[in-house]
């Protein structure tokens, strides 16, 4: 079969970075990709997906998610092809959960403008990054996949697994140069370095201050990403 290079909007990059390492998502979910997330049809969302898919079938890639997806409303069942005459906007299927069960599902953004449940408190540097530790890439919701060199990704990981919390310098050493390996007497330059470099190749940790610089009860100047 002949394959055609794999060409992707920037709204099928952030449904690609979200939909990756899921089992189910929910189509209400996926409404916040849509420039009108309440008035946007359930169909235009399925055919989303299905253009992925085809899209990937002709370069002859795997999709690179495999997750099933569902609705929050019984509404949806009338509607699960796309082809059909009459589709439910997903403002509708949200209000018939409502109805179903008095209570109305309330979101908050994070930092970089995800939506997620109000109710899930984790640090939305978890939400809006995630990690490819085997290709050293940092995956952005705001701009996909970076980059990064060895250093700037192994603090940024420490960072990010610490997200919400200061991390010192020392620390930032002791995964840089850990235990039994050469710790050059340059290594406080290196680690600056690299933060500056992140702060590059990541705008958001500066113009957004996402990356800040704090003072710890005993002084020391850490950093924490937010």
């Known amino acids: 079969m002949n394959t055609v290079e ?3 909007t920037n709204q099928e990059q952030k449904i690609i970075n979200y ?5 189910r998502v929910n189509w209400e979910e996926l409404a916040q990709f ?31 998610f495999t997750c099933t997806f569902s609705t929050l409303a019984k509404q949806a069942e009338a509607a699960t092809d796309y082809s059909t005459a009459v589709s439910p906007t997903i403002g509708s299927l949200v209000k018939e959960k409502l109805a179903q069960n008095q209570t109305l599902i309330q979101m908050r953004r994070t930092l970089a403008g995800k939506q997620v449940p109000a109710t899930n408190t984790e640090p939305d540097a978890h939400l809006d990054y995630r990690l490819d530790k085997y290709n050293k890439v940092v995956i952005s919701y705001e701009r996909g996949r970076i980059a990064l060199s060895d250093g700037e990704y192994e603090i940024f990981s420490l960072l990010h697994v610490n ?3 200061p ?20 290594w406080s330059e290196q680690i600056s370095s690299s933060l500056t470099k992140l702060r590059k190749n990541i705008p958001e940790l500066k ?9 710890t009860a005993t002084k ?4 924490m990403l937010i």
């Open 163 to 165: 997200a919400g919390k």
């Open 207 to 215: 113009t957004k201050n996402r990356l800040s610089t704090v003072t």
């Open 167 to 186: 991390v010192s310098i020392e620390q930032m050493k002791n995964v840089r140069f850990p235990a039994g390996s050469k710790c050059p007497p340059t």
């Open 6 to 8: 794999l060409k992707l």
């Open 19 to 23: 939909l990756a390492g899921k089992e």
């Open 34 to 64: 849509a420039k009108d997330p309440q008035s946007v049809k359930l169909k235009t969302l399925q055919k989303v997906i299905s253009d992925l898919r085809r899209k990937y079938t002709l370069a002859g890639i795997p999709a690179p």
């Open 220 to 223: 020391m100047t850490a950093y």
